[in-house]
């Protein structure tokens, strides 16, 4: 059974940041894609950042140079580092990532079960 387990939400570091951290686990060949999204309330889901198995990343405009995502591949583990946060940051954010089970030789979307910023910090 794969998943991916998110852990973090509500754990404030300092004022104004947070980190959110998600894992895949379960029998899984490869992690290819990882990344966040958010979803507020009344709005559509929307991609936050993407990292890719190469370490090559992409950001929504709305949070560049206030966020960092990193992933540690030896941990299948994907870190949203989210610094400045505005009051337009809260949300619940998903993990996503797109790996391949040892199952199968086909990729497949995985989502977390959401992490929710109430904007506190």
């Known amino acids: 059974q794969v998943q991916l387990v998110e852990s973090g939400g509500g754990l404030v570091q300092a004022v104004g940041s947070l980190r959110l951290s998600c894992a895949a686990s379960g029998s899984i060949f490869s992690v290819n894609a990882m990344g966040w999204y958010r979803q507020a309330p009344g709005k559509q889901r929307e991609v936050v950042a993407v990292?890719?198995?190469?370490?090559?990343?992409n950001y929504a405009d709305s949070v560049k140079g206030r966020f960092t995502i990193t992933r540690d591949n030896a941990r299948n583990t994907v870190t949203l580092q989210m610094n400045g946060l505005k009051p337009e940051d809260a949300a619940v954010y998903y993990c996503?990532?797109?790996?391949?089970?040892?199952?199968?030789?086909?990729?497949?979307?995985?989502w977390g079960q959401g992490s929710q910023f109430t904007g506190s910090s």
């Open positions: 990292i890719r198995s190469d370490g090559s990343t």
């Open positions: 996503n990532a797109y790996l391949t089970p040892l199952v199968s030789r086909d990729e497949y979307e995985y």
